[in-house]
């Protein structure tokens, strides 16, 4: 066989952003990070200017409402994830030991927004998938289903499968959880009757496509979809993005930020808590923290 590539391989040079609150406790930082890239194909609105919008808009809530956080609050803006996690996994290559032990835990924000969407959260204490995260995912799993529970929310577990930038986190035994509300998978009927959309349809139909922008689905295969999608939800899609999805996520982002800001207890149970190391310290009613 002869095979022709037209191709060209060069080295480039690419940033990650990150920025941190001026205040805090440094030493029991709450990390949140999504990725600012898209691949070549099309902008991205979903993959992932979801949830780096997301991030933005906590951020900028936290200033705004004059939040001072007991733990240090960092955001980072991954560059490269779709090259193959390269910004993420070359920020976690280089902190000190020390540094890593800083960090409480790490929330990733990777597709928050899909048209066609389920609340997924990442299976932290492996009771589905097998696969735990680092001692303490558990409890960062809990802050989010505790949320979506009092906001009688459904939810569905997700994998850490190495897909997005918790990975390097994981490795680096840094507890990791996060939010996702699907990608090229396929929506069960199941699922479809719970969070409305489109059985048999992926979660988002122009993953990783030119189509996943902000102007609306019009022309090619993907346009009677989104239609049918579009009736669905009526009114909430706005081009590749579920804004009733992304509303819910983003609130859910949010509450598991402030909460990791705002607690006096250890995430991963060693000797970073000013108060009792124990999950039961994490209490919250609704989205208000009590303690
Ligand atoms: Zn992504």
Redesign the pocket.
Known sequence: MRLAVDATIKTTTTENVIAETPTGRPDRVAFAGA?LD?VPEGP?IN??GS?SSTLLEIAQQIQELGIQPRNKVRFAFWGA??SGLVGSDYYVSQLSTSERKNIAAYLNY??VASPNYVRFVYDGDGGTFGVKGPNGSNLVEKIFLDYFASQNLPTEPTEFDGR?DYDAFTAAGIPAGGLFTG?EGIKTAEEAATYGGLAGVAYDPCYHKACDSLTPVEDGADAATYAALGNTYSGDLVGNLNTKGLDEMSDAAAHATLTLAQTTSAVNGTEKGSGTPSSSNYQYKGSRLIK
Do not use: I, P, Q, T
């Open positions: 990725h898209s991205g993959d992932n949830g994830e779709e990777d597709m997005s990608a």
